[in-house]
């Protein structure tokens, strides 16, 4: 008698296992490694370089944890959260992140992620319509916001015009460490770079070779904070260095912080390493061209707009890095309307302008106050703030 044939049961077992390892890997199916975006891309794209992305959100969901979003050609992407491990690099382009009332780059990764933000330009730009006179000037909120991330490393970009800060630190869940490099943080009417864990965490933040200009602190720690500054200029703020608590900033002998309203002072200096022993002099070579001067000098505004009445004087606050001559041209209409000269001295200065001609009132509106600087050795610079004048003050009756 002839056996009776047996089903194979692993043909089963086989299609069960085909159907499991579908439905695990089904959330990263179709995400690439490096994905692309461009200023005529469309979202509802792969993000692949023959059909690009348009926006860094867009392409955020379609890249793999690890990956990269790079960019084929300049435009403005849009602000976005980050949640994985990943790189943004735009550095081959002119990639930038438009973010008024908004964050431009959050960071809420992983306890085990790392981060990378490299050539991107995050601006927050200017209130429409423009707001009071005494009002924040900048319309974004913060440029870039680290939440939670193992660590992140920010390097060749350029923060301006936030309201709240231009890159804060606030781990909750995490304590990262973070390198700013060679990065720019401009226009804040909060701190340039704010350091603030929550209670329990802390977070590691090295400064290096960057810039921070025109925000109401350049560097403030808070308690659990701990930062390093070499080779960056701090110029231009109203406060300089601001560790606050127990947080800590330990400053490198080669800053440049001058010219703000208050240096302010480390919680520790740190001297570089020590030169090596010199060489054989080498032949002397031909005549070069004249360098930069040993000081230079640089002029920064307190305020980027003023306002007043008319009759009544308007005092000018800003900084020189240098003893000079100052002129302040007052401009209405196109046409010169007062001049005021005086002299700046290193640090802050104040130049006042009565707000009256030939004994009157000056018309109420709006004006440009035009100051320059002529420094001795024959340096110059120059700035411009608006002004706008309402109508005079009535005298007061006796």
């Not at 692309?36 to 959100?57: E, Q, Y």
């Not at 970009?157 to 606030?170: D, L, S, W």
């Not at 001049?339 to 509106?365: E, H, I, Y």
Request: charged share 15%; with cysteine.
């Amino acid at each position: 008698m002839c056996s009776p044939v047996r089903a194979r049961p692993t043909s089963a077992a086989a299609l069960l296992t085909v159907l499991l390892t579908l439905a695990l890997a089904g959330p990263a199916f179709g995400q690439a490694s490096r994905t692309w975006v461009s200023g005529v891309g469309d979202d509802v794209n792969p993000c692949s370089r023959t059909a690009p992305c348009k926006t860094l959100a867009g392409a955020i969901s379609k890249t793999a944890a690890g990956g990269e979003i790079n960019a084929l050609d300049s435009g403005g992407f849009g602000s976005v959260t980050i949640t994985k491990a990943l790189t943004i690099d735009l550095s081959e382009v002119q990639g930038s992140v438009l973010h008024p009332l908004v964050n431009g780059i959050v960071i809420n990764a992983g306890a085990s992620d790392d981060v990378t933000i490299r050539g991107v330009n995050l601006n927050g730009v200017v209130p429409t319509p423009a707001p009071a006179p005494d009002a924040c000037q900048f319309a974004g909120v913060r440029g870039i916001f680290v939440r939670n991330a193992r660590s992140v490393l920010i390097e060749d970009v350029e923060v301006q015009r936030n309201a709240t800060a231009g890159i804060v630190v606030a781990p909750e869940l995490t304590s990262p460490s973070v390198l700013v490099h060679r990065t720019t943080v401009r226009g804040s009417c909060g701190p340039g770079i704010d350091v603030a864990p929550a209670a329990g965490r802390n977070a590691s933040v090295m400064v290096s070779g960057g810039a921070i200009q025109g925000t109401a602190s350049a560097l403030r720690v808070d308690t659990g904070g701990t930062a390093w500054v070499t080779g960056t200029t701090i110029f231009g703020n109203v406060v300089g260095l601001q560790p606050l608590g127990a947080g800590v900033i330990n400053a490198y002998s080669d800053n440049r912080i001058s010219g703000n309203g208050a240096n302010g002072a480390p919680t520790t200096t740190l001297a570089l390493g020590a030169p090596g022993p010199a060489g054989a002099p080498g032949p002397a070579g031909p005549q070069g061209p004249a360098g930069e001067p040993a000081l230079k000098l640089l002029l920064a505004p307190l305020a980027t707009s003023l306002g007043g009445s008319a009759g009544t004087p308007v005092a000018l606050g800003y900084v020189s890095t240098l003893p000079a001559s100052a002129t302040l041209t007052v401009v209405r209409g196109g046409r010169t309307f007062a001049t005021v000269r005086g002299k700046a001295r290193t640090g802050r200065n104040t130049l006042r302008w009565s707000a009256r001609k030939a004994g009157r009132p000056a018309p109420a509106g709006s004006y440009k106050l035009m100051l320059r600087l002529s420094a001795a050795d024959g340096q110059t610079t120059s700035s411009t703030v608006r002004l706008k004048l309402g109508k005079a003050k009535p005298a007061k009756r006796r």
